[in-house]
Structures are given as C-alpha cells and as structure tokens.
Nanobody
C-alpha cells in the first residue's frame, strides 16, 4: 500500500527554521515527481517546493525561493523540506504529495498521493 507520512511541523518564531520529513512506503520516491504543498484556510493547496524525477525539474513558489530548499534521500526513501527564515505568512498545513502521471507541480490537482499533513505555525 502506497503511503506518505509527514513529520516535523510545529510552532516556531519568525526567523526560525524547521525541517519537515516525508517517509514513503509502498513505492520508490525517486520514480515520482513529488513535492510539498501548503494549504491555508479558505484556499486550495498550492505547491511550495517540488522536484521531478531524473529530469532535474523543480518548482518553487516565489514566496519561498531561496528559503525552502527541498531534498530527497533515495536510500531512506524520504523527502525533506528545509524551512529557513520563517515568516508568519508561511503558516499553514504542509502536505507531502506525489504525482502518478505528471502535470503542473504548482497545483494540488496534479497530485495523486497525499500524506496526512503537518501544521506549521510561525508566530512570536
């Protein structure tokens, strides 16, 4: 059974850092385009930091470029989101998701497999 399990969210002060993890089971992460999407109240889930397979493609939302690098540990079959210089507007539920058939990395509708989400709150 294909499963994604996120961890690492929490409450952090502005300027702080967090690392989110997404452990995959039932499939090989390296074979899928995969990413982190954020949902805030009243809005659709949108891509934050996403990477393709072996083609080197990636997507970063303008608001996080240079602050939220994404990485994948193929040996551990785990995806990471390194969140630096956090701002209150980064607050939301962060989901790890994978695409089965490709599509825009920005939009949640392109993703077929989802984790349960982890809350990130940036507040003083």
């Amino acid at each position: 059974q294909l499963q994604l399990v996120e961890s690492g969210g929490g409450l952090v002060q502005p300027g702080g850092s967090l690392r989110l993890s997404c452990a995959a089971s039932g499939f090989t992460l390296a074979n899928f385009a995969i990413g982190w999407l954020r949902q805030v109240q009243g809005k659709e889930r949108e891509g934050v930091s996403c990477i393709g397979t072996s083609d080197g493609s990636s997507y970063y939302a303008d608001s996080v470029k240079g602050r939220f690098p994404i990485s994948r540990d193929n040996a551990k079959n785990t995806l990471y989101l390194h969140m630096n210089s956090l701002k209150p507007e980064d607050t939301g539920v962060y989901y790890c998701a994978a695409q089965a058939r490709g599509g825009s990395m920005r939009y949640g509708e392109s993703y077929n497999y989802w984790g349960q989400g982890t809350q990130v709150t940036v507040s003083s």
